[in-house]
């Protein structure tokens, strides 16, 4: 497994408020975080950080007490790492919404969150916000697995705009679950099939730019490495505006050439 993550501030916002983090864990399990924070420069990177801090110590506790190296898998079921891994986001939650009302100046912050423990043929989700996970293989193509929680989603479940009017919509930045901005939190979490393949966890900074196609023809394009895609991805965000911070992590699930001739 390849793992890559990047993060541009973009060319319209002064500061960067987003956080990640890409982590091989152990031989085959990586855990990867993507965090866009909110509520003024300084509220926003602090949310992001410490949010990405408190979820992966308590991933990285439950994958080191669950995780079968020498197996390469979990030995418990995905209920069980679904469960653990809300229990991860309602303890940033729980960091994020103390520190805010313990500081006058950070009052208001709250981040995203989208976060995975990825193995060589599955992934384990976890999404809040409107910070997204994809997954893109050489059979069936791009699969978005998250689901935005956010206002314009909203509208477009209940039929009252499509999925191309929800990207121009004037209030798709409104979003209605983040980490931090209430005592409680609602994470959503989900299961798939990760085997030669390859995953993207990503910023709004970047969809709000590239819709679904835009990133399977880079997401397919097996020749060229986690970096380079990742670093693809921040280029062409920026030169569509760069309107967001731009934040991407790229994992590889798949066997290069030169790993199937090791093998």
């Known amino acids: 497994m390849v793992i890559y993550g990047t993060t541009d501030k973009g060319k319209k916002r002064s500061s960067n408020q987003d956080s990640f983090l890409a982590e091989q864990l152990a031989e085959g399990l990586s855990l990867l975080v993507v965090c866009d924070g909110m509520g003024g420069a300084a509220g926003g990177a602090e949310a992001s950080a410490l949010a990405i801090k408190a979820f992966s110590d308590s991933a990285r506790n ?41 500081n006058e100046d950070l009052s208001g912050m709250g981040t995203t969150l989208a976060a995975a423990f990825l193995t060589s043929d599955i992934l384990y989700g976890i999404n809040v916000g409107d910070s997204r996970i994809y997954l893109c293989n050489k059979e069936n193509g791009i699969r978005r ?5 956010s ?32 005592p409680e939190v609602e994470p959503d979490t989900f299961v798939a099939i990760a085997e ?41 965000a920026n030169e569509a505006g760069g309107t967001d911070n731009i934040t991407v992590v790229t994992a590889d699930t798949f066997m290069t050439n030169a790993e199937k001739a090791e093998a």
């Open 145 to 149: 697995l998250s689901k935005d929680h």
């Open 196 to 236: 030669n393949g390859r995953a993207l966890l990503c910023s709004d900074g970047l969809t709000a730019h590239l819709d679904d196609s835009a990133l399977e023809k880079v997401l397919s394009d097996f020749t060229i490495s986690a970096e380079d895609v990742s670093k693809t991805f921040v280029t062409l």
């Open 62 to 102: 439950y994958a080191k007490e669950h995780y079968n190296a020498q197996m390469h898998c979990f030995a418990v079921s995905a209920e069980e790492i679904g469960a653990a891994m809300t229990e991860a986001a309602r303890i940033a939650n729980t960091a994020v919404y103390q520190a805010a009302k313990e």
């Open 151 to 182: 206002f314009v989603q909203y509208l477009v479940d209940m039929g009252e705009i499509s999925e191309l009017e929800a990207k121009y919509n004037s209030q798709r930045n409104i979003i209605t679950r983040a980490i931090g901005i209430a």
